[in-house]
């Protein structure tokens, strides 16, 4: 089980800077530059968060030696979400049973409900 | 309405999960907090039943839960009651068994009301943030496990798929 690889997706996840990196990406490919404008921040922070990015596999860098456009890599990112997805089914599965349970205790209130203030 | 669960990581250390629920506050409250109710929603792993489930509600006051299969397996934890502020929140620490969360967690579950509906936030806060993707890797159940397998393979499938394709 690869649980380092996911770890460092996680962790390369977890900033928000690096989430709009992914976010802008996922547009279409960009240079450092171009990544930098909409963020108020300069082209070295931004290489250091896209490094950070690069080592978990999630983007990768074009041919074109003079803009070194970064791109995203898709399946690393396929595999956060698929995982997430797992734990989400998982959560999932536990509240529809409690949306049947909730049913039955307001059908079971609404029963006895004799005129009661407020709610 | 009721909505579908929403899982995010909302910091390096934590997990949020977001579920709406068609019914009032207090109902939903009801749920989290008396043990005959969370025996029925409070799933462990398919084809495992939940023989224990005990709950002193006040602060300081303990919870213990544990879920057994046909093999005579059983997985178990528990934990403490930190803050009761009825019906709109709780926080409790949490502790399986078999510590694979790397230490406690602190479990904040806040409830909120608008129009008859109610959406539960489960704040999950891990003790470090390898703890926290140690358990989101690892998965919590034997069928999470088996959904991760079948994702290596699948992930194994579109690597070999994906010769210098630049999308």
């Keep these: ?119 | 309405m009721a909505q579908t669960t929403q899982v995010s990581t909302v910091s390096d250390t934590e997990v949020l999960i977001r579920r709406s629920f068609d019914a009032p506050r207090h109902l939903v409250f009801a749920c989290l907090k008396e043990p005959e109710y969370v025996r029925e929603w409070l799933l462990g792993p398919e084809g495992w039943t939940m023989p224990v489930c005990e709950i002193d509600f006040r602060v300081g006051g303990r919870y213990r839960y544990v879920w057994a299969n046909a093999d005579g397996r059983r997985m178990g934890m528990g934990g403490v009651y930190r803050e009761i502020v009825p019906p709109e929140r709780i926080v409790a620490s949490e502790l399986f068994d078999e510590d694979w969360t790397g230490g406690e967690t602190l479990n904040t579950s806040t409830l909120t009301e608008s129009r008859g509906v109610t959406t539960l936030a489960m704040r999950i806060a891990y003790a470090s943030k390898q703890a926290r993707d140690g358990a989101l890797a690892t998965g919590m159940t034997e069928g999470m496990e088996a959904g991760f397998k079948r994702l290596e393979t699948l992930l194994a499938t579109m690597a070999a798929a994906q010769p210098g394709d630049s999308r």
């Excluded at chain 1, 922070?45 to 791109?71: F, M, W």
């Excluded at chain 1, 529809?96 to 609404?110: N, P």
Aim: aromatic fraction near 6%.
């Design chain 1, 1 to 119: 089980m690869d649980t380092d690889r996911l770890n460092a997706t996680f962790a390369a996840l977890a900033d928000p800077t690096r989430r709009a990196i992914i976010a802008r990406l996922a547009r279409g490919e960009a240079s450092v530059a171009e990544l930098a404008e909409p963020f108020d921040m300069s082209q070295p922070a931004i290489s250091r968060h896209l490094k950070v990015l690069e080592s978990a596999g999630l983007v990768s860098s074009g041919q074109d030696a003079q803009r070194r456009p970064r791109r995203l890599e898709a399946a690393p990112m396929a595999e956060i979400w698929e995982w997430l997805e797992t734990y989400r089914k998982f959560w999932e599965a536990r509240f529809s049973k409690m949306d049947h349970l909730l049913a039955r205790l307001k059908a079971g209130e609404s029963r006895k409900r004799k005129p009661r203030k407020g709610k």
